[in-house]
């Protein structure tokens, strides 16, 4: 049911009155999104998927990330649950190539949280960094970092983060129930 989207073909839906949905972190949003997006992190879709389901059947959706993996991910849930959603191919990154402009949000209150890739090679480098160190002692502890080497490469080629599913689930990167409650008003509205 969902159909991939080119930048200008979601440019020409928006004029149609398609809501987009930015499925990215808070923090991600706030750094910069479709004009217009509502902010739903992909984690809470199935939260939403009444209010979703009345706004895919008044406007449309379409649904966007930062580079179309996790869009592509919300879109097989809505499909799941019976709703149609077209996903930005090459998320807001393929947006911004494009020239097409981006709006900024506040950033969450109260909390200063490092955009999703950061994270991962923050916690990845740390990770190949804590495999050597401990390997001069233990040379089987090198294999965590030829692991997480490997996870790099394959989430490189397969466009995947298993890490960043990871790390969404910290408490830190979790939406607050008031943007929740703020995803569901504009979902309504």
């Known amino acids: 049911m969902s159909t991939a989207l080119s930048p200008t073909e979601l440019e020409s839906r928006i004029a149609d009155g398609v809501l987009v949905i930015d499925v990215r972190s808070a923090s991600e949003y706030a750094q910069g999104h479709v004009p217009g997006a509502i902010s739903v992190p992909v984690d809470s879709v199935p939260q939403l998927l009444p209010e979703l389901r009345a706004a895919a059947e008044r406007r449309g959706l379409a649904v966007v990330c930062a580079s179309g993996a996790r869009s592509r991910a919300a879109c097989d849930e809505l499909d799941r649950a019976g709703i149609a ?51 001069l002692r233990a040379p089987r502890a090198r294999l965590l970092s030829a692991a997480i080497a490997g996870g790099l490469v394959y989430s490189g080629l397969s466009g995947t983060c298993g890490m960043a599913s990871v790390l969404a689930k910290l408490p830190i990167n979790r939406p607050r129930p008031e943007q929740l409650d703020e995803a569901r008003a504009a979902l309504r509205a």
Do not use: I, K
């Not at 494009?98 to 923050?122: H, I, N």
């Open 85 to 135: 959603a077209g996903s930005l191919d090459g998320g807001t990154s393929a947006w911004q190539a494009a020239g097409l402009p981006v709006e900024t949000a506040a950033r969450p209150a109260g909390r200063a949280v490092w955009p999703m890739d950061r994270q991962v090679r923050f916690v990845a480098g740390s990770l190949v960094l804590t495999g050597l160190a401990v390997g």
